[in-house]
């Protein structure tokens, strides 16, 4: 006799979240600006929010 497989509807859930989120991060990684960037930070310098931007804004 053969096991019939079921998959339960939490496994259909998380396997579809998967595949969302997977098409997703493939689509942002495609994108490119088409001109700079300007960021912004509403804090003083030397502060932990003007770091936090140096270091993002030093990621390409």
């Known amino acids: 006799m053969r096991k ?3 998959a ?3 496994t259909l859930v998380v396997l579809g979240a998967m ?3 997977t098409s997703a991060s493939m689509a942002i990684a495609q ?3 088409e ?3 300007q960021l912004v930070v ?3 310098e030397g502060g ?3 770091r936090m931007a140096r270091v ?3 990621i390409r």
Request: glycine share 8%.
């Open 42 to 44: 509403m804090a003083g």
């Open 31 to 33: 994108w490119q600006p």
């Open 48 to 50: 932990s929010g003007d």
């Open 8 to 10: 339960s509807i939490p």
């Open 19 to 21: 595949v969302c989120f």
């Open 56 to 58: 993002i804004s030093s």
């Open 4 to 6: 019939q497989y079921c």
């Open 35 to 37: 001109r700079p960037i």
